[in-house]
């Protein structure tokens, strides 16, 4: 069973920059696809972006695309989210997650989740 910690959230003005990390424990990193989900008060949990085993392919939410980059880094057991230009509406708490699958963007998709990290966007 894989344990995660996700690290790098904070506050941040309008058009700033942040880059959260996740390490995995307990498991065999390369073994799941990986992912990055958030939730907003009040608002369901959504999807991010997601990696496969290798880190080959990536999925991203048309909502982050061309500001958010997902990374793994399997020697290290670790994951990256690069969020570039953020702004308020992407003020959330932000979760990595492991899945079996090869790459998914479902939620329901994954085993194991992070506590999360909060990430706070003023304008």
């Known amino acids: 069973q894989v344990q995660l910690v996700e690290s790098g959230g904070g506050l941040v003005q309008a058009g700033g920059s942040l880059r959260l990390s996740c390490t995995a424990s307990?498991?065999?990193?390369?073994?799941?696809?990986m992912g990055w989900f958030r939730q907003a008060p009040g608002e369901e949990r959504e999807f991010v972006a997601a990696?496969?085993?290798?880190?080959?392919?990536?999925h991203l939410a048309d909502s982050v695309r061309g500001r958010f980059t997902a990374s793994r880094a399997n020697a290290k057991n670790t994951m990256y989210l690069q969020m570039n230009n953020l702004q308020p509406g992407d003020t959330a708490l932000y979760y990595c997650?492991?899945?079996?699958?090869?790459?998914?963007?479902?939620?329901?998709?994954?085993?194991?989740w992070g506590q999360g990290t909060q990430v706070t966007v003023s304008s």
């Open positions: 997650a492991a899945t079996y699958d090869i790459i998914s963007t479902d939620r329901d998709r994954y085993n194991y």
């Open positions: 307990g498991g065999t990193f390369s073994d799941y696809g």
């Open positions: 990696l496969s085993w290798s880190g080959d392919s990536t």
